[in-house]
């Protein structure tokens, strides 16, 4: 550890050497414009490191909280789903659950849908309680102009309007008001098992963004949905949403959630769900983290041609301070910190302009659409308004810790090489 005190113990005068180093023109012997190349370099590397991650996370969330709009946090099924006499106390009692903010049960099953010109296509109708649907804002915030939520399960057995995705009605060409046939796969009577019809009324239309939702998903009462299927009083699951804070980290749920819904229940969160989905994403940025961080190494390589040059023309500099009495850590000391302070300066460069990009990129598309007099990020698409970015304090530290260390690192082996020169040979031919 002596040796990095040695190193790093800098003395005043070093740090005034080592700054006037930095200021002095090439023509005599500084490296003002390679300082200037290298600190830019690094400056533009960290920014879009910064900035990349943060769209990438951005995109990434916006993703994850469109699905978990539909489907909720975690699901649970099995025995106390069957448990008729005392499943209404399971759902209390992980609505009890902290962190827990809301419990409902569904059932799903497919369908054909036909129009009232005959079109036919296929969907996943969902039997949903009223009040979770009018809760969810991907649904309810998202119904086009001529529809409503507030007719949705009125009527017996929850009455007969149901909500379609926008994908589904484009293919259909239907509109909120219209009426529509229901065909499910099969029913049992006293004839054994018939297809069963049954017309509906759609009384909204939704757009959440999520195409594979858009164009295959109905929403009907879950009371509805049990007697057009043939399944009185049945649940397929039940949804479980929790706080956005512990979305993320679901897995520390399980436990307590498992617990309160009893013996026998079964339990998947999103992350299992979807884990073809998550794993892909967590790789992609994984990948394109240390990627994107190479740009941040050469930059920072810049460093090391700038400090062999400066060495080689304060070779006389550093013979004068050694007979002066200099040691060889003190020579190591002035020309580590000039180069470090290239890095440190590109760095704290790169992470407010990455910042500033992030906080204002909204601002920046809009300015940018309106020069070129086009949309840059389309939202009919994309069903956003502008791209989304979203700094992790973790992934920006990563940035910032590893770029101060790709600069020190190729600033430390040319300083060693300036600390190995003797004076003798150093003024030879001075």
């Given at each position: 550890?002596?040796?990095?005190?040695?190193?790093?113990?800098?003395?005043?005068?070093?740090?005034?050497?080592?700054?006037?180093?930095?200021?002095?023109?090439?023509?005599?012997?500084?490296?003002?414009?390679?300082?200037?190349?290298?600190?830019?370099?690094?400056?533009?590397?960290?920014?879009?490191?910064?900035?990349?991650?943060?769209?990438?996370?951005?995109?990434?969330?916006?993703?994850?909280?469109?699905?978990?709009?539909?489907?909720?946090?975690?699901?649970?099924?099995?025995?106390?789903?069957?448990?008729?006499?005392?499943?209404?106390?399971?759902?209390?009692?992980?609505?009890?659950?902290?962190?827990?903010?809301?419990?409902?049960?569904?059932?799903?099953?497919?369908?054909?849908?036909?129009?009232?010109?005959?079109?036919?296509?296929?969907?996943?109708?969902?039997?949903?309680?009223?009040?979770?649907?009018?809760?969810?804002?991907?649904?309810?915030k998202t119904i086009e102009k001529?529809?409503?939520?507030?007719?949705?399960?009125?009527?017996?057995?929850?009455?007969?309007?149901?909500?379609?995705?926008?994908?589904?009605?484009?293919?259909?060409?239907l509109a909120a008001g219209d009426?529509?046939?229901?065909?499910?796969?099969?029913?049992?009577?006293?004839?054994?098992?018939?297809?069963?019809?049954?017309?509906?009324?759609?009384?909204?239309?939704?757009?959440?963004?999520?195409?594979?939702?858009?164009?295959?998903?109905?929403?009907?009462?879950?009371?509805?949905?049990?007697?057009?299927?043939?399944?009185?009083?049945?649940?397929?699951?039940?949804?479980?949403?929790?706080?956005?804070?512990?979305?993320?980290?679901?897995?520390?749920?399980?436990?307590?959630?498992?617990?309160?819904?009893?013996?026998?229940?079964?339990?998947?969160?999103?992350?299992?769900?979807?884990?073809?989905?998550?794993?892909?994403?967590?790789?992609?940025?994984?990948?394109?983290?240390?990627?994107?961080?190479?740009?941040?190494?050469?930059?920072?390589?810049?460093?090391?041609?700038?400090?062999?040059?400066?060495?080689?023309?304060?070779?006389?500099?550093?013979?004068?301070?050694?007979?002066?009495?200099?040691?060889?850590?003190?020579?190591?000391?002035?020309?580590?910190?000039?180069?470090?302070?290239?890095?440190?300066?590109?760095?704290?460069?790169?992470?407010?302009?990455?910042?500033?990009?992030?906080?204002?990129?909204?601002?920046?598309?809009?300015?940018?659409?309106?020069?070129?007099?086009?949309?840059?990020?389309?939202?009919?698409?994309y069903y956003l308004d502008h791209?989304?970015?979203?700094?992790?304090?973790?992934?920006?530290?990563?940035?910032?810790?590893?770029?101060?260390?790709?600069?020190?690192?190729?600033?430390?082996?040319?300083?060693?090489?300036?600390?190995?020169?003797?004076?003798?040979?150093?003024?030879?031919?001075?």
């Amino acid at each position: 550890m002596d040796w990095l005190r040695a190193l790093f113990g800098f003395k005043g005068w070093e740090v005034s050497l080592a700054m006037r180093y930095l200021r002095t023109r090439r023509k005599d012997g500084g490296i003002a414009v390679i300082a200037i190349i290298s600190y830019v370099g690094i400056t533009l590397a960290v920014t879009a490191l910064i900035s990349t991650l943060s769209i990438m996370n951005g995109f990434q969330t916006e993703m994850i909280t469109r699905l978990l709009a539909f489907g909720g946090d975690a699901v649970i099924y099995g025995r106390p789903l069957n448990d008729f006499a005392h499943r209404d106390q399971m759902l209390d009692r992980v609505r009890a659950v902290p962190g827990v903010t809301q419990v409902t049960p569904y059932l799903t099953s497919a369908a054909l849908i036909q129009s009232g010109v005959g079109d036919i296509d296929g969907a996943y109708v969902r039997g949903v309680a009223p009040e979770a649907l009018r809760n969810t804002p991907i649904i309810a915030k998202t119904i086009e102009k001529g529809g409503s939520l507030d007719s949705f399960g009125q009527g017996d057995y929850g009455g007969d309007g149901i909500v379609v995705g926008d994908g589904l009605a484009t293919r259909l060409g239907l509109a909120a008001g219209d009426s529509v046939t229901l065909v499910s796969s099969g029913g049992s009577t006293a004839f054994g098992s018939t297809p069963r019809r049954k017309s509906y009324t759609i009384i909204g239309i939704f757009h959440s963004g999520v195409s594979d939702f858009d164009k295959a998903t109905i929403y009907m009462p879950i009371q509805q949905a049990q007697l057009f299927f043939d399944r009185e009083d049945e649940w397929d699951m039940v949804e479980v949403k929790v706080k956005p804070e512990l979305a993320y980290d679901i897995a520390k749920m399980r436990a307590p959630i498992v617990h309160a819904a009893g013996e026998g229940a079964m339990y998947q969160d999103w992350t299992q769900q979807f884990s073809s989905l998550w794993g892909a994403l967590n790789v992609e940025r994984m990948a394109m983290r240390f990627i994107l961080f190479f740009i941040v190494i050469i930059a920072a390589l810049n460093i090391i041609s700038g400090i062999v040059m400066l060495v080689k023309n304060k070779t006389r500099d550093i013979a004068i301070l050694r007979t002066m009495g200099a040691d060889r850590f003190s020579v190591t000391r002035i020309f580590f910190l000039t180069g470090s302070s290239i890095g440190a300066a590109g760095t704290l460069s790169g992470l407010m302009l990455g910042a500033l990009f992030c906080t204002f990129i909204a601002q920046i598309q809009y300015f940018l659409e309106w020069v070129f007099h086009t949309k840059l990020f389309n939202p009919d698409i994309y069903y956003l308004d502008h791209v989304p970015a979203r700094m992790e304090p973790g992934e920006v530290a990563f940035v910032v810790i590893g770029s101060l260390l790709a600069a020190c690192v190729s600033t430390l082996f040319p300083s060693l090489w300036a600390a190995k020169l003797e004076p003798v040979e150093a003024l030879r031919y001075e």
